[in-house]
């Protein structure tokens, strides 16, 4: 079934920039699908579109059976529960243990008060704990986030998404700021838990070699428009 439908979707920025043209598809259950193209095409635009950290000016996004903008604050907080967000730049709370970085993932924005007051449960942490170990991190669980390596710390930021336990994972550019070797096993990871969650996942690349090898389907994506949307197979070198 799908989990997301986008429908007619179209963003212009308020100094008239077109940054997502008319854009449409569907997303099933479980599908690991990279949106490449290059910088600038409007791939952050449409990621952040989909749980509207980025506002779109018309058009329709259905997730779970739901449009997604017309959902008022309280309705989108809900929503947002169910989607998982990687960024580029990890995202985490540096001088904050590794094991609380992905506990502030499960709460949402309750973490912040619930940590304050030292309200996380056993259960709250054995769980935390159990998905550092899914990423290989079982070690660093109590070490500061700013003392594990980048490609460590993007792996804590997939541990944050996976934990919330979403339908859908969005990553913006995950390895963008990562050597290759890090960037491979953390493609590996995301690849891995996504599956075994049996999530539908969208991940922004820019390095189409990497998106052919981790993807189920690419979407190609230029000057706001989708190019392409098939297997990798199918995809030319030419982009
Ligand atoms: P990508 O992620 O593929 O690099 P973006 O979605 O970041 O592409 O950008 C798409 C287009 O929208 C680009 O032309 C970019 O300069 C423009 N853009 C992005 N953010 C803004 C903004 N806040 N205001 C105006 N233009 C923007
Ligand atoms: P990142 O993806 O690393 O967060 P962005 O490319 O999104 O970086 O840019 C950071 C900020 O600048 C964002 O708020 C974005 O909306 C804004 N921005 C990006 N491109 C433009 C642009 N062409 N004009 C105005 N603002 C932009």
Do not use: W
Request: charged share 30%; aromatic share 6%; with cysteine.
């Amino acid at each position: 079934e799908n989990i997301l439908e986008i429908k007619n979707l179209n963003k212009v920025y308020p100094d008239g920039t077109k940054a997502l043209k008319n854009i449409n598809f569907k997303a099933k259950k479980g599908e690991f699908i990279v949106v490449i193209g290059p910088s600038g095409a409007g791939k952050s635009t449409l990621l952040r579109s989909i749980n509207r950290l980025s506002e779109p000016t018309d058009g329709e996004i259905i997730f779970l059976g739901e449009n997604i903008l017309k959902a008022n604050k309280g309705k989108l907080r809900k929503i947002r529960r169910h989607i998982g967000m990687i960024f580029q730049g990890f995202n985490l709370v540096k001088r904050l243990p590794t094991v609380r970085n992905v506990l502030h993932g499960r709460l949402g924005y309750m973490s912040s008060i619930k940590g304050a007051f030292g309200m996380f449960d056993k259960n709250d942490v054995q769980k935390a704990l159990e998905v550092l170990e899914r990423v290989g991190l079982e070690e660093q669980a109590f070490k500061r986030a700013d003392e594990l390596s980048g490609g460590q710390q993007q792996r804590v930021a997939i541990a944050r998404a996976i934990n919330q336990s979403p339908s859908l994972i969005l990553a913006d550019e995950p390895i963008a700021s990562l050597d290759p070797n890090s960037s491979q096993i953390v493609m590996d990871y995301l690849r891995k838990v996504c599956d075994e969650d049996g999530l539908t996942t969208i991940v922004n690349l820019h390095q189409v070699d990497i998106a052919k090898e981790y993807a189920d389907r690419i979407i190609g994506v230029k000057d706001g428009e989708i190019f392409y949307d098939g297997s990798p197979r199918g995809l030319t070198d030419e982009v």
